[in-house]
Structures are given as C-alpha cells and as structure tokens.
C-alpha cells in the first residue's frame, strides 16, 4: 500500500512541482513549451491524450527534469556473488548504493551537465527503459519502476494543462534568483520550500 500511495502520487505531484520551478528558472524554455502546446491543441477547450503525444519539447521537458531532479536519489542493489567493479573487490551479500543524482549529472556523460536544457532530449535515443545507464530516474534492471508509462502520462498531461490554459509568475515581484532550490527527502527528493506562482489564464487565439 505503501509503494502505491507513496510511489503512484507523491512521486507525480513531487516531479510535477521540480518540472514547474525549472520551467519558471528558465522563461525561454517555458515560453517555447507554451508555443508548442497552444499551436498544437489551436483553441480547444480540454487537452487530450492525443495531443500530448504530438509534444516532443514537453516530452524533453519531464526527461530533462528526472535528470536533475530525480525522485529517488539513491538506488540500494546487493551483491548476490562476489564480484568486482571498476578494480574494487565487492564480496557476497554487499550492500550498493547507486547514486542516480550523480549520474544524471556526471560531466564525462553529459555536457554543461547542470544546466536545464531540454533539447538535448529531442532525437535522443536515451529515454526511461532504455539501458543507457547515464539515465535511470526509474531504476534499472528487474525491480525497476512498475509505474512508469502511468507517471509519464499523468505529469504531461497535468503540465499540459497547466501550460496551455495559463501563464505564471512569480509572486510579489520575487526573482528567479530568489528562489531557493534546497532539497529535502520525504517520500520522495523535494524542494524544501513549497512553491508559490500566480497564474494568469492565458488568451488563447
Ligand atoms: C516520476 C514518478 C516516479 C519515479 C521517478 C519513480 C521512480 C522509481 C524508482 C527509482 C524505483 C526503484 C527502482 C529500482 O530500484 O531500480 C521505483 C520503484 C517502484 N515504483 Fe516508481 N516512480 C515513479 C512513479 C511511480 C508510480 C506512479 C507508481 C505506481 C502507480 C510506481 C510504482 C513503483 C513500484 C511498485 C516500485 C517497486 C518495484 C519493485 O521493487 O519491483 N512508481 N520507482
């Protein structure tokens, strides 16, 4: 009950909450998703399913924000046999921890690896299932997330919705720089602060 309480919702809304605070950090790439959505669904009232399989910059965007800020930092694996790794000897039963937070953003894989660029998601192979290991926000192997096709839907159609019917800012005249991007771990990696934005509902053409 656990994994699916924990797991199925706090997990979403916790990545949903990252994707919108990097989206306010960098207008541009805001400004282009909101293009992309809004000359995508052209007027309509309601965002559907369809549609959101159109929206490669926002299926950059959820990539790209799992890479900085993924849900769950740390991965525990034991070894079932001894064995070695990069020259050092793990005996039976050692317990490993993987640091997916590392990973996501280790230079010799990724290039300006701390920035938030999602165009280095369009027209790459590397996605969530893929075993291109410089990207696992879901795990890996056998006992990686049961949940995965289920959390992308839900985050890009609620970002979606939240692109296309409004614009945001930030409140009482508060910088970009201002915000603060502590992490802290309850179920999942967070920001410590909750986060505060003032939408506006957007004219649509
Ligand atoms: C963005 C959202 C989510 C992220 C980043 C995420 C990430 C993860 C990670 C890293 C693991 C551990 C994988 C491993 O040890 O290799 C995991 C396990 C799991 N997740 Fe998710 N998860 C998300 C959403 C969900 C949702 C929505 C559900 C269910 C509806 C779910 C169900 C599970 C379950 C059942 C496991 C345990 C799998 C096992 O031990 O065999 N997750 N998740």
Redesign the pocket.
């Known amino acids: 009950m656990y994994?699916?309480f924990g797991?199925?919702?706090e997990?979403?809304a916790t990545?949903i909450e990252w994707a919108m605070v990097e989206l306010m950090r960098n207008p541009r790439i805001m400004k282009k998703a909101q293009v992309e959505i809004r000359r995508s669904l052209k007027g309509k009232k309601e965002v559907d399913e369809k549609e959101i399989k159109q929206l490669n910059f926002l299926h950059a965007i959820v990539h790209k924000t799992?890479r900085l800020r993924?849900?769950?930092p740390l991965?525990?694996r034991e070894s079932r046999e001894q064995c070695e790794i990069n020259g050092y000897e793990l005996p039976n039963k050692t317990r490993v921890l993987i640091n997916?937070w590392a990973v996501g953003r280790d230079p010799n894989c990724w290039t300006n690896a701390d920035c938030f660029k999602p165009e280095r998601f369009l027209g790459s192979s590397i996605t969530y299932t893929s075993t291109n290991f410089e990207y696992i926000?879901?795990?890996?192997?056998?006992?990686?997330?049961?949940?995965?096709s289920?959390?992308i839907a839900?985050?890009e159609i609620v970002l979606a919705q939240l692109l296309y019917h409004f614009d945001w800012e930030l409140p009482s005249g508060m910088k970009v720089k201002e915000l603060n991007m502590t992490e802290t771990y309850r179920v999942?990696a967070r920001r410590r602060d909750d986060f505060y934005s003032i939408a506006t509902p957007a004219q649509q053409e």
């Not at 926000?137 to 995965?148: D, E, N, Q, W, Y």
């Open positions: 994994e699916v797991g199925g919702s997990t979403t990545d799992l993924p849900l769950r991965l525990i997916v926000p879901f795990g890996a192997s056998k006992r990686m997330c049961l949940g995965i289920y959390a839900t985050i999942s």
